[in-house]
T-cell receptor, first 113, second 112 residues
């Protein structure tokens, strides 16, 4: 158990819908990272927040957005969902803003039908 | 793109040492070598990291060549639970961004 929690574990929704994925980092960790893992693309970095502020952006679509709240939990919002958004979404946390080891949650499996 | 090259798959007998190689010939001086593993759709798990000295922890040992162009992760006594995809990642320690760039990794199958 990494200490990172993600909810929900599974999510099934229809195309065009909007969903919110939630991540609670390990106690004391200030950084939250979001990654997407699909069968054809592997693990891809989406976005990083550090202490409430966006720190880095990866291959995140404009239809996706995220935020980190004062209690350090983070939410990833996915809108106008397409079939291709079906994937595992992981968040990871780290005490640090840059580099260093990251601790991953169990993931949310999103299925868009 | 990932800065590392790993064999796509390897087998290992249970109880034997598993030696997973990684090539990172373009590594720069301020980049560390990190290893993570992912057991069947679970979240990736941090294993170990190092700069130039060999490192050991309760999970594994990391051997980095003197020129730092390659490394080997050693699981000293592999068990069936070590079956996973192992990712070797080169990352700037303390750089401006901390995101990990995952390649395809090595799928390690530990067989009884």
């Amino acid at each position: 158990d990494s200490g990172v929690t993600q909810t929900p574990k599974h999510l099934i929704t229809a195309t065009g819908q909007r969903v919110t994925l939630r991540c609670s980092p390990r106690s004391g960790d200030l950084s939250v990272y979001w990654y997407q893992q699909s069968l054809d693309q592997g693990l891809q970095f989406l976005i990083q927040y550090y202490n409430g502020e966006e720190r880095a952006k990866g291959n995140i679509l404009e239809r996706f957005s995220a935020q980190q709240f004062p209690d350090l939990h983070s939410e990833l919002n996915l809108s106008s969902l397409e079939l291709g958004d079906s994937a595992l979404y992981f968040c990871a946390s780290s005490p640090y803003g840059t580099g260093r080891e990251q601790y991953f949650g169990p993931g949310t499996r999103l299925t868009v039908t | 793109d990932a800065k590392t090259t790993q064999p796509p798959s390897m087998d290992c007998a249970e109880g034997r040492a598993a030696n997973l190689p990684c090539n990172h010939s373009t590594i720069s001086g301020n980049e560390y070598v990190y290893w993570y593993r992912q057991i069947h759709s679970q979240g990736p798990q941090y294993i170990i990291h190092g700069l130039k000295n060999n490192e050991t922890n309760e999970m594994a040992s990391l051997i980095i060549t003197e020129d730092r162009k390659s490394s080997t992760l050693i699981l000293p006594h592999a068990t069936l639970r070590d079956t996973a995809v192992y990712y070797c990642i080169v990352q700037n320690y303390g750089g401006s961004q901390g995101n990990l760039i995952f390649g395809k990794g090595t799928k390690l199958s530990v067989k009884p």
